[in-house]
């Protein structure tokens, strides 16, 4: 067993009323699963889409014994169900939540409804910066490609911190207990 075995990391993300949202989604994922850190949040233009407001994306490091795709479709999906996700045709839509495993310990799966680590880590940089926050020495374990090589930091796109709100964020996962 890795070190790693029972660490995941959770994409979160939000466009719709996302400040309210993306706490909804943290008291929902603390009553079944540990939620050990969060990542700086970040405000991100939305994908391909000028006309839809900016997204809030970080990431939540978090303690299970959960495997990755019963995280996915059991855990995750039903905290999406239960703040509104409404999924559909266009990929790119407004969204009241999105969380998404970007990494489960050691498990690599290619399944089409779940696959770990998830591809959207090499796609964009927010998710890199996020995940070397709260684990600078993460490997990929698909790869074993040492994540810090993803990226040059220092090069990567400037992304504006949401300070006020990840402070906020932290400090109610501080009041529950849980890092």
């Known amino acids: 067993m890795s070190e790693r075995q029972g660490i995941a990391y959770i994409g979160v993300g939000s466009n719709i009323e996302p400040e309210s949202n993306i706490?909804?989604?943290?008291?929902?994922?603390?009553?079944?699963?540990?939620?050990?850190?969060?990542?700086t949040f970040y405000r991100t233009p939305a994908i391909g889409r000028a006309e839809q407001p900016d997204y809030l994306n970080g990431v939540w490091r978090i303690e299970t014994a959960v495997r990755p795709r019963e995280l996915k479709c059991?855990?995750?999906?039903?905290?999406?169900?239960?703040?509104?996700?409404?999924?559909?045709?266009?990929?790119?839509a407004?969204?009241?939540?999105?969380?998404?495993?970007?990494?489960c310990g050691g498990e690599v799966l290619n399944d089409?409804?779940?696959?770990?680590?998830?591809?959207?880590?090499?796609?964009?940089?927010?998710?890199?910066?996020?995940?070397?926050?709260?684990d600078p020495e993460?490997?990929?374990p698909d790869t074993n490609e040492p994540l810090a090589l993803l990226?040059?930091?220092d090069e990567a796109p400037a992304f504006e911190?949401?300070?006020?709100?990840?402070?906020?964020?932290?400090?109610?996962?501080?009041?529950?207990?849980?890092?």
Not at 112 to 134: K, Q, S, T, Y
Not at 161 to 179: K, Y
């Open 23 to 39: 706490l909804r989604a943290l008291d929902l994922l603390k009553q079944c699963e540990r939620v050990a850190a969060s990542s």
């Open 74 to 92: 059991g855990v995750l999906r039903r905290i999406e169900d239960q703040l509104g996700r409404v999924r559909g045709q266009d990929k790119y």
């Open 94 to 103: 407004p969204r009241t939540i999105d969380l998404d495993v970007l990494v």
């Open 112 to 134: 089409p409804d779940c696959r770990v680590p998830a591809p959207e880590i090499r796609e964009r940089p927010f998710l890199v910066r996020a995940l070397l926050e709260l």
């Open 138 to 140: 993460l490997v990929l």
């Open 151 to 153: 990226i040059r930091l």
């Open 161 to 179: 911190p949401a300070e006020e709100f990840t402070r906020r964020l932290r400090s109610r996962l501080d009041r529950s207990g849980q890092a």
